[in-house]
């Protein structure tokens, strides 16, 4: 069935359904591009959120970033923002794919459509032309035959006149004639103009019309069918990144296991544990009996306790919150110029002698202070030292071994500096072409003296670190030989290169470094990574990858999306991060 068989005679439905179709089609374009711009908008939102509360760059040294609840979080940021980047996927692809290519396709559509529309107005204007010649001449021949027959009559009247001339007969007899002919002419034309309508009438509804549409039949059916691909990539662009979203997912419900509980509490003993010793039990101080004693002899010195504990902040109670101290200053009224204390078992002085209870209550006020001070007191504002003497005893052995590990790291780079410097002056000796080597003596004597300072620093933690009780075998370095000018014995103190024996200066600060520094060594793979779909590294800076290779991770995802990869062979580049499953080395 056609309709060109079965709707032969419904030209306006046959034109107002394929307009509607066409419609259908503009309607579900739009509805996708708004589509698009909630996914768009969507992802913007979630990317702003992750952004609003991730942490920033400069702040990771911060000491809740040790703990795993705030790491999950972190990761839960980091999938959203790869959630995020999936959310766009979806809104490019379906405006790709569905927007561009329907629109495109409509357009044809629209403007095969009108020239069918053409082709059946033109078929319908030439019949209409033919019927209306058809009717003209069928109208000439009912007028000449009337007016035939009407001549015939007359004719045969003027015959049958006796009055009648014989001219006048003969004359109406060739009047009726003439109009005979006439007519017959007319009828033959009449006759002719049928048939040809005939003809045109039955090429119009039974080839023209039927063809034209078919045409239109199978456009509507193109459309319909193109329209239902459309339907389906709306479904089939959302499901071809649900793999990945999917990641994402689990990504989340596995930075919420990663969670810790007990590390973390572990974790806040070791950033905040102080290292003193609880308080013991405060003394009773008789003041009662301190009348009769000197005061060298007495109670009334500074108690045994928590003052004690804390170093420079002796003169401040160490309480576990904060509260106020129910004396009032009137209690303890001061008293100017205090007696001066009397020796040992000695006589009181005059003054004690003629006052001891002013005196007592003097001491009394100098040891117990009217507001009684917090934590938060004590850490108010302390006097930062270089020594870090202002910390509590286990933090400040922590802090000084940090600092002689940044210091190591100073010292050895400065060596291999001054390795290299003495490199390249060699280089110059011999080649003199390549540049002077005078031109290096500068260079060579600041690093020394750079070498010699922080040697200097080198010692004076290494000394703080054993007083405040740390461990030496924390840090990771070997004692090594200088010459008088603080450089490496490689170099003499103006730059020129010495034949003595000694120490390979590659071997500086750290035991474990190579003697060959020949070659920049490639950074060290901090994990691996699995491919978990195809990657074409077509982008500058990126690496082709496939699904299942496994790649060595040089570089963590900074925030981005992406991560810095090794191939076996050397090859490095970026890859997606959310297209890979990540295993760092711990």
């Excluded at 001891?356 to 100098?366: D, G, R, T, V």
């Excluded at 390549?434 to 620093?457: H, V, W």
């Amino acid at each position: 069935m056609d309709w060109g068989t079965e709707l032969w005679d419904q030209y306006d439905i046959i034109e107002k359904h394929t307009q509607s179709g066409l419609e259908l089609v503009e309607k579900y374009v739009k509805f996708v591009k708004e589509r698009t711009e909630i996914e768009q908008n969507y992802a913007k939102q979630l990317r702003n959120l992750s952004k609003k509360y991730n942490l920033k760059r400069s702040s990771k040294d911060e000491p809740e970033c040790r703990l795993s609840s705030y790491q999950s979080f972190l990761d839960i940021l980091n999938e959203m923002n790869d959630y995020a980047g999936q959310r766009e996927l979806i809104a490019e692809n379906m405006m790709m794919s569905i927007c561009i290519d329907l629109t495109k396709y409509l357009q044809e559509l629209k403007q095969e459509r009108k020239t069918y529309l053409m082709e059946a107005k033109k078929a319908q204007q030439s019949l209409e032309s033919t019927y209306k010649q058809l009717d003209s001449s069928k109208k000439r021949f009912e007028r000449e035959w009337r007016e035939a027959e009407r001549a015939a009559q007359y004719a045969e009247k003027t015959d049958q006149d006796i009055n009648a001339t014989k001219a006048d007969v003969e004359k109406a007899k060739q009047q009726a004639h003439m109009r005979a002919h006439v007519a017959e002419e007319c009828k033959n034309d009449y006759a002719a103009q049928l048939q040809k309508y005939n003809k045109e009438q039955n090429q119009f509804y039974f080839t023209d019309m039927p063809l034209i549409f078919n045409k239109l039949q199978d456009l509507d059916e193109r459309r319909v069918r193109k329209l239902a691909q459309g339907y389906i990539l709306f479904s089939d662009t959302e499901k071809h990144v649900m793999p990945i979203i999917g990641k994402c997912l689990e990504g989340i419900t596995k930075a919420g296991t990663n969670v810790n509980e007990r590390n973390d509490s572990m974790v806040v003993i070791e950033q905040n544990k102080s290292g003193f010793e609880r308080p013991g039990d405060v003394e009773f101080e008789d003041y009662s009996q301190g009348i009769n004693r000197a005061s060298s002899d007495s109670s009334l010195g500074t108690p045994k306790g928590p003052m004690d504990l804390l170093g420079k902040n002796r003169s401040k109670n160490f309480w576990l919150f904060s509260k106020r101290s129910k004396l009032s200053p009137s209690t303890l009224p001061p008293f100017s110029t205090p007696p001066a204390p009397s020796p040992a078992n000695g006589p009181p002085s005059p003054k004690f002698g003629r006052d001891p209870l002013s005196y007592c209550l003097k001491e009394i006020n100098k040891t117990v202070k009217p507001r009684i001070s917090s934590f938060r007191t004590l850490r108010r504002s302390p006097t930062v030292t270089e020594d870090f003497a202002h910390l509590p005893p286990e933090q400040r052995r922590k802090r000084l071994q940090q600092k002689l590990e940044e210091i190591c790291k100073e010292l050895q780079k400065e060596v291999d500096q001054s390795e290299a410097l003495g490199k390249m002056k060699d280089v110059y000796e011999k080649n003199p072409q390549m540049g002077d080597p005078a031109s290096l003596a500068s260079q060579i004597s600041q690093t020394s003296q750079n070498i010699e300072r922080l040697r200097g620093e080198l010692s004076k933690y290494e000394t703080w670190l054993a007083e405040a009780g740390g461990r030496g075998d924390t840090l990771r370095y070997k004692t090594h030989t200088f010459n008088n000018n603080g450089a490496h014995d490689v170099h003499s103190p103006d730059g020129a290169h010495s034949d003595e024996s000694t120490p390979d200066p590659s071997q500086a600060i750290y035991a474990e470094f190579d003697d060959d520094f020949e070659d920049e060594e490639l950074t060290a793979p901090i994990g691996q990574c699995t491919a978990m779909y195809n990657f074409p590294g077509a982008s500058e800076g990126t690496i082709s990858m496939q699904e299942g290779e496994v790649l060595a991770v040089v570089e963590e995802d900074k925030g981005d999306g992406w991560t810095r990869v090794r191939r076996n062979n050397g090859d490095e580049g970026y890859i997606p991060t959310s297209y890979v499953t990540i295993s760092l080395n711990k």
